[in-house]
């Protein structure tokens, strides 16, 4: 197989399976090659990578190294991104009322949460997470690709227990999103005990759920260790949690004037 033929395999594999450590012998066999040619392939690999702006790869040295393709999004696409779903969030037709807007075509859009789902990724590479946990909401397709793109199981914290799910624990929990208790719950055998994990949702207004998502994991002495977010409301400006990432904030929306403002910044 010529260069141009191996650095277009590698580079399909390695996308189809992002986060996935590939031994050197793997590719070397494949191809038929020398550990030194393999290294010039991974090299022109990397500069195609990296100029398309999704992202690294990143090589691990020893006798358990190997290679692996680390997704994460360069600030020109990033703020292309963010620019697009300002965009689409500040379409004055969203608003439902009572300050609710109507945002499954963005969660629904397998293009875009591709794109936040790379985003999330890169950010939090570095965190040896174990899980990516969300709420059963329309966060769910986002969290799926966020935890396809760090090759981690996803964990659906549910609404209410169901049968097929075995054994669970619930509890309580306040939503600022609806003024109300609410409950969540969590199959036994979804997680392990003493893990780490990043939360994934669609909106957050005051924190409530990630908060709640927080405590149901704390039960398997789960730490957090970071948490991403699609949009993030403003207000209120204390959120029930500590730390979170955003995509894009969304300002205000004004019903009278039929005004919604979303920004990044």
Same mark, same amino acid.
């Given at each position: 197989m010529k260069k141009n033929k191996r650095v277009g395999s590698l580079i399909t594999e390695l996308l189809s399976h992002p986060s996935k450590q590939y031994s050197y012998n793997q590719f070397c066999s494949k191809f038929d090659i020398a550990k030194s040619s393999l290294s010039e392939d991974i090299t022109t690999a990397g500069e195609i990578i990296a100029s398309e702006g999704i992202g690294r790869i990143e090589t691990i040295q020893g006798a358990n190294g190997g290679l692996r393709y680390v997704p994460a999004l360069s600030d020109d696409r990033l703020k292309q991104l963010q620019t697009t779903l300002v965009n689409? /969030? +500040?379409?004055?037709? *969203?608003? /439902?009322?009572? +300050?609710?807007? $109507? #945002? +499954?075509?963005?969660?629904?859009? !397998? @293009? /875009? #949460? *591709? +794109?936040? !789902? #790379? $985003?999330?990724? !890169?950010?939090f590479a570095n965190l040896n997470a174990d899980y990516v946990v969300t709420v059963e909401t329309k966060g769910i397709s986002l969290a799926a690709d966020v935890a396809f793109m760090m090759n981690l199981p996803l964990v659906v914290v549910r609404r209410e227990a169901k049968y097929s799910e075995g054994s669970t624990v619930s509890i309580n929990y306040f939503s600022g999103s609806y003024d109300r208790i609410q &409950?969540?719950?969590?199959? &036994? *055998?979804?997680?392990? @005990?003493n893990k780490r994990a990043i939360i994934i949702d669609d909106f957050m207004r005051g924190?409530?759920?990630? &908060? !709640?998502?927080?405590?149901? /994991?704390?039960?398997?002495?789960?730490d957090v260790v970071g948490a991403g977010v699609a949009i993030a409301s403003r207000e209120p400006v204390k959120k029930k949690i500590a730390s979170y990432l955003p995509v894009i904030y969304l300002d205000s929306i004004d019903e009278d004037a039929n005004l919604i403002k979303a920004s990044f910044e």
């Open positions: 689409k /969030l +500040s379409d004055p037709a *969203r608003i /439902l009322g009572g +300050s609710f807007l $109507y #945002t +499954s075509d963005i969660m629904f859009d !397998g @293009q /875009l #949460t *591709r +794109s936040m !789902g #790379t $985003y999330f990724a !890169g950010k &409950k969540m719950s969590i199959s &036994k *055998r979804a997680v392990s @005990q924190g409530g759920s990630l &908060k !709640g998502v927080s405590e149901i /994991l704390s039960e398997f002495d789960i």
